[in-house]
């Protein structure tokens, strides 16, 4: 069964840093392209940040550009996301996502989120 | 960016009826255009991708369509379980931006 599973979540103040984790297991980790997609309280989705299989192709929302960097760990089967000089507007529920193979835009597997509130 | 504009915003409607939710793409997005569902408190699932192909384990009553701009997601003979929120999302070029979302309520 496929499963990911964020950690790292949790208050931050403003212009602080956090790193979110993403435990992928289920699937041979190392052939997939992984996301970052966010979703604020009560809004929609938005997509943050790509990585693919081997971190050759990497892309961020013009939002967070410059301040999050995204990264994995194949030997560890794990997705990162660091994320600094936090700003209000980044509180979020923030869901791993997997690239469907073949059908990159695609993400057909999520996980269950990590809550991440900015503020004083 | 390609702007995704998703109608309606909310929808009701009855158990056994048949809905249609709508996305307008700001330009061609050559059907490279996915569907979700979101349950309250749920992560999304996908639905349909390349507009019309439909995701492994979704039901049948589901379909996409459309090409160019417009595209849209039918469900037909609703069931309790796809009362939810549902997003589209472009394919075409990053930033792989998504629709506002529609909620599809019980009536």
């Known amino acids: 069964e496929v499963q990911l599973v964020e ?18 297991s289920g699937f041979t980790f190392s052939n997939y392209g992984m996301n970052w997609i966010r979703q604020a309280p009560g809004k929609g989705l938005e997509w943050v940040a790509s990585i693919s299989s081997s971190s050759s192709y990497i892309y961020y929302a013009d939002t967070v550009k410059g301040r999050f960097t995204i990264s994995r760990d194949n030997a560890k089967n794990t997705l990162y996301l660091q994320m600094t000089s936090l700003r209000s ?5 923030y869901y791993c996502a997997r690239q469907k193979r073949r ?8 996980g269950q989120g990590a809550s991440v509130t900015v503020s004083s | 960016d390609i702007q995704m504009t998703q109608s ?6 009855s158990l056994g009826e048949t809905v249609t939710i709508e996305c307008l793409a ?8 996915a569907w979700y569902q ?15 192909s439909l995701h492994t384990g979704v039901p049948s009553r589901f379909s996409g369509s459309g090409s160019g701009t417009q595209y849209s997601l039918k469900i037909n003979s609703l069931q309790p379980e796809d009362f939810a929120s ?14 506002a979302g529609t909620k599809l309520e019980l009536k």
């Open chain 1, 7 to 24: 950690s790292g979540g949790g208050l931050v103040q403003p212009g602080r840093s956090l790193k979110l984790s993403c435990l992928a």
């Open chain 1, 89 to 93: 507007e980044d509180t979020a529920l």
């Open chain 1, 103 to 110: 059908v990159p835009y695609v993400m057909d597997a999520w």
């Open chain 2, 8 to 13: 309606p915003a909310s929808l009701s409607a």
């Open chain 2, 26 to 33: 700001s330009e061609d997005i050559y059907d490279i255009l």
């Open chain 2, 38 to 52: 979101q349950k309250p408190g749920k992560s999304p699932q996908l639905l349909i991708y390349d507009a019309s």
């Open chain 2, 86 to 99: 549902y997003y589209c999302q472009n394919g075409l070029s990053a930033p792989n931006t998504f629709g």
